[in-house]
């Protein structure tokens, strides 16, 4: 027999949740209303509610602080993101229908060295890619993100996209072999719709990756005009 709860602990209850999200979303709510404050107020005062509220905030900020502001470094960001994430969702999906459907040479051995490659911090291979990629001229550019993405160099979603190839039954390509298609078309007309789910997940974590990455666009880009977001935010609060 279910026992129904009485009136004062259904109150307790409530009262609980209420106060502890409160107590979660206080950070995001002051800085909600600290974006309409002066500075005096923001290290005066510890309510949410701006006693005189300044709508000008968000005009100087997205103007910046320099002769670019982020107009500037959201067209960057897009500019270097895009790219990254269309060439790293079509290289990696090839890289896991190769290695998923086909027999070649070596096939076991560029598998587990695909997968070593996982294993290595990224301050290992940091000073190499530098001057791999300087002795290319690639740097202050975008190249540095956007041709490895092509490469299919990052084996996190290349390992994904080939567990979820292996997870499709192989009767689905020998169905496509009856009906006369070649490979590209029973990875396109067959596997491809099935590999959607996959597909977004690499677009989503490569776009988020991609867009927060601090470290690589520092060491990289130099000039303020090529700045994405992450060193634009930073630039405009140092200086």
Known sequence: ????????????????????????????????????????????TIGLLPKNPMFGAFAAGWKGTGQYGFSTFLY??????????????VSATLIGYGFARFEFPFKKTLFTIMLSTMMLPATVI???????????????????????????????????????????PLELDESGKLDGCNSFII?????????????????????VWTWNDFLNVLIYISSVAKYPVALGL????TS
Do not use: H
């Not at 960057?76 to 060439?87: C, E, G, Q």
């Open 187 to 207: 990875l396109k007309d067959l596997l491809l719709p099935l590999c959607k789910s996959a597909i977004f997940s690499v677009i989503v974590f490569q776009f």
């Open 1 to 44: 027999m279910i026992k129904r709860k009485t009136p004062v602990t259904k109150f307790l209850s409530y009262f609980f949740l209420i106060v502890l999200a409160y107590i979660m979303t206080y950070p995001l709510l002051w800085m909600i209303g600290a974006a309409f404050k002066s500075n005096e107020e923001i290290f005066g």
């Open 76 to 89: 960057n960001t897009f500019l270097m993101v895009i790219p990254t994430v269309v060439f790293t969702a």
């Open 234 to 237: 930073r630039m405009t609060i």
């Open 126 to 168: 940091l000073i190499p890619r530098y001057i791999f990629f300087r002795n290319l001229g690639w740097l202050d550019s975008y190249l540095p993100f956007i041709v490895p993405a092509m490469l299919g160099c990052f084996p996190f979603f290349n390992f994904m996209m080939v567990q979820f190839f292996r997870g499709l």
